[in-house]
């Protein structure tokens, strides 16, 4: 069985091996994946998470099992900002220039205002110690930091599978706030809608998972959330009580549960 990470800062996953087929979902620099079938210059690669879907093969490195895992895991800090630039060590911009929001990285601190970054070709790189976060897997989650997060990217247009500031689905948008936060969420909405535990609707807090009829959004308090929707256009606040001047009645409708994930 064959494995690789992703070179590139943003690579689209399709449902078929061609472009232009329905995307699935997109992968970061340094992703490691599994390598399940070759076709017509595209791998089948299997995520961490077990999503998978078809990658143009120039952009995946090839690597061991071994060696994956061993990058994987020296992972600490993920890029905060909707974009950090990428420098070489003599503060000229470096290939693949960016990268995304919730990227994962292996870093050390070189010199003051910059971390140094590991690239997949064993390369480094330099990016602004402002647009980092250490990973903190023991970080108190609670619900109004992550709808502090979450609108952040207000006003995001919708993509179907997008998972970055560029454009985000529902799910790519829950999954990647909560990711900040070392909170893995599987990646599509009706894996999702089966984390945490279930919460009766007059209970629903600050940080709460909503899911309505194939869409899903976070709570801000008992009626109001934020989600993007195409729908809204994007990434928006809206309600399901019918007083409100944002009433979404569709959404009110169509509600389905509300999940508990911290």
């Known amino acids: 069985m064959n494995f690789a990470k992703v070179s590139t800062n943003l690579l689209d996953l399709w449902m078929e091996p061609k472009y232009q087929s329905e995307r699935a979902s997109q992968l970061f620099l340094g992703e490691p994946v599994k390598i399940i079938e070759k076709l017509n210059g ?3 690669i299997e995520q961490i998470d077990g999503y998978t879907g078809w990658a143009d093969n120039r952009f995946l490195v090839e690597s061991t099992e071994s060696e ?7 992972f600490n800090f993920i890029v905060s900002s909707g974009q950090a630039k990428l420098f070489d060590k003599s503060g000229h911009s470096k290939s693949p220039h960016f990268l995304f929001y919730g990227t994962c990285l292996k870093g050390a601190k070189n010199r003051t205002g910059f ?10 790189a330099f990016i602004k110690s402002q647009n980092l976060k250490p990973i903190n897997r023991k970080e108190t989650v609670t619900g109004k930091k992550v709808v502090k997060e979450a609108q952040k990217w207000l006003g995001v247009p919708y993509l179907w599978g997008g998972m970055s500031p560029a454009g985000f689905d529902c799910s790519g948008f829950v999954k990647m706030i909560f990711a900040q936060f070392s ?5 599509d909405t009706k894996e999702q809608i089966n984390s945490g535990k279930e919460i009766d609707r007059n209970s629903i807090k600050t940080g709460d998972l909503i899911f309505f009829k194939r869409h899903v959004g976070i709570a801000i308090t008992k009626s109001q959330l934020i989600h993007c929707s195409v729908g809204s256009n994007g990434t928006r606040i809206e309600s399901i009580e019918k007083d409100h001047d944002n009433y979404r009645r569709d ?8 999940r508990r994930v911290i």
């Open 42 to 44: 595209f791998f089948k």
């Open 68 to 74: 994956l895992k061993s990058y994987f895991k020296t």
């Open 115 to 124: 971390i140094r970054i590991q690239l997949p070709g064993e390369e480094t």
């Open 183 to 187: 909170v893995r969420l599987p990646r």
């Open 251 to 258: 959404l009110d409708e169509n509600y389905a549960t509300t």
